[in-house]
């Protein structure tokens, strides 16, 4: 006759095997789904054809996409790698404005992306005549990933043990050396970690940049075109293409899940050696 | 006098870590700061070359004068004081960077940027941190692959590299084995014909072993200063008597 406690156990740990089992199944499910839709639905033509409406090729997009993730990134890397330094190693601990900048960038952090979208569209969209361009869509995605990119550069500085700083000061180095020889390079893994998170969130962006980049069909030739990324172009294809359109979503899906694994791989084969670098 | 301290007081926002502290520190001498935690030992070693800067709490008055200057006067540098004023914490602190780069660091900090002096400076600056022999081959590993005790002594190599004319070690031993802290306290004696060291110890016998002069610290004041030998042997206050013969502390 089991013990209360074996049952106990009994049922615990098949609980947590079975939690492991539905999780893996629908993630495995979710991304095989897609993926076998999407190359049933390929064709050559849907990547490097012209898009028209009866072929509705994806090649402007993936383009597009890759633009606005490293034009966003250029914006707001810098801006909020710098803005947290600030915030950890300038400020004065009762500083009001580090205060205030605490407080907007959680309020921000938590504010649904079609509020930055609004936002986007009248500041730089009708404001400063920017319409609906990448460099709008940029600019508003750029202000959407400052809290998230500086709440956790500001986790990774202050992880930074306070005796490397003492040994940089102790040997007569200013406060800009220490910061960006010591400090930041010790910071890097976990920065790098931040910028890889906002690149996800820069790829599935939708709401937001639909008021701002548009939903135009074609290769952009400049920054102040309309166009589509390819989340906006999923979204659009699935409203508006029907049963062929839903072909087309399902086959942007999969190249979106193909650039997302590349950068992935990219980004951490670089952060590899961006840490080793520094260590040895 | 290398260092002079006239009626220094220091407060941490309304604590008085340090009461009217008189100090005079001679050249190619090594002085020893002891007494029991919190006396302010460590806090009066952190303010000759101005580490206390970083506290923003604290507030000093009183004169430290570095060859006749006032270190806190207004015409003082502070990176070119620290420069001049080498410092080794009491955890070893090497930088995640390779054992060159770590030595390089502080020269590069002031300007020396060709390979062929770095490369001199890192090798003269081992040598004369008795480590170059263990080390020499494992120039471009990380600092934090060595031993703890290679790790300190390879943070004073650092300090030399910039060529100070003081060293303040801050218990520099006390997380270090004993054979560690032997090759330590052997270094030191050797160092001390070229700089002016000022260590602060919890262990008495290290203080009796190697320094010239020493201090004794109780509840932010100097009980007791004067020679070594006297100190130990004929301490004039009842205080350093009771703490030197391990009555508490």
Redesign the interface.
Known sequence: MPSRRNIVSFVLRYAVYAAMGVTALSLIGILGYILIHGILAFKPSLILGEYSSSNPAIGFSVFTTCVMIVLTLLIAAPLSIFCAVYLTEYAKRKNKIVTWIRLATETLAGIPSIVFGLFGAIFFGTVMRLGYSIMTGCLTVAIMLLPVIIRQTEEAIKSVPDMFREGSYGLGASKLRTVFRIVLPSAMPGILSAVILSMGRIIGETAALIFTLGTVAKFPTSLLDSSRSLAVHMYISTRDGGAAGREVAFFTGAVLIAVILLMNIGASYLGGKVGKDFEN | MKIKVEEMNLYYDTFQALINVNLDVSENEITAFIGPSGCGKSTLLKSL?R?ND?V?SCRITGKILFDGEDIYGKKMNV?????RM??V?Q?P??????VYDNIA??PR??GIKKKRDLDQIVEESLKNAAIWEELKDRL???A?AISGGQQQRL?IA??LA?KPEVILLDEPTSALDPISTTKIEDLLVELKDKYTIVIVTHNMGQAARISDKTAFFLHGEIVEFGKTIELFSRPKDKKTEDYITGRFG
């Open positions: 070359n580490m970083l923003e990176n070119v004081l620290r420069k080498g410092m914490f955890k602190n090497p930088f995640p960077m390779s660091y502080g900090t002031h471009k590993k990380s934090l943070c650092r300090a910039v």
